[in-house]
């Protein structure tokens, strides 16, 4: 009997990511995070709507290419499932075009932000969305060489960085 309990524990600790949330679940908390930021510093209720809007597509994107064969990552053994250790290799073990961008190494960040500094806790939130891409849909071509996401996001806190500054 002990050993069945003992069993069904380790094989649903196996099933899930370190911290108990898989890449899906990663995005939909930072997706949330990003609405409440945007629900407790931005005034204009339209703005609000305009950008959860624009967030909850890029979030649906993202989720349908980590749901895609060739572009998926995840690997249960590695810390927070990815990045991937072998970025130079394809899944099928032939070697990549190499690109003069270097990977960045990524630490582990937190799904929490700081919610007492806006310009922060933006900053933050966007790491996050930037972090996941690296890890899970770097396999894709185009987010790989041109770094899709991260760039999306520096364009995300300028504008609504300038916003929330401006309406202050």
């Given at each position: ?61 993202m ?15 590695l ?44 900053t ?45």
């Amino acid at each position: 009997m002990k050993f069945s309990t003992l069993f069904a524990t380790f094989s649903a600790a196996a099933s899930q990511d370190v911290r108990g949330i898989k890449p899906p679940g990663r995005l939909e908390k930072t997706q949330n995070n990003f609405k409440l930021w945007l629900s407790q510093n931005i005034v204009d209720q339209a703005a609000v709507q305009r950008w959860s809007d624009r967030v909850d597509k890029m979030a649906a994107n993202m989720l349908s290419a980590y749901g895609r064969a060739n572009c998926g990552f995840y690997d249960s053994s590695l810390t927070n499932g990815g990045p991937d250790p072998n970025p130079d290799l394809r899944p099928n073990g032939k070697p990549r075009k190499t690109f003069e961008r270097k990977r960045r190494e990524v630490e582990d960040e937190d799904l929490r932000f700081d919610e007492t500094n806006p310009l922060k806790g933006l900053t933050q939130i966007t790491k996050q969305f930037r972090v996941w891409s690296e890890r899970h849909i770097n396999e894709c071509g185009g987010q790989r060489r041109f770094n899709h996401i991260a760039r999306r996001m520096d364009k995300f806190v300028s504008k609504l960085g300038t916003r929330w500054e401006n309406q202050a």
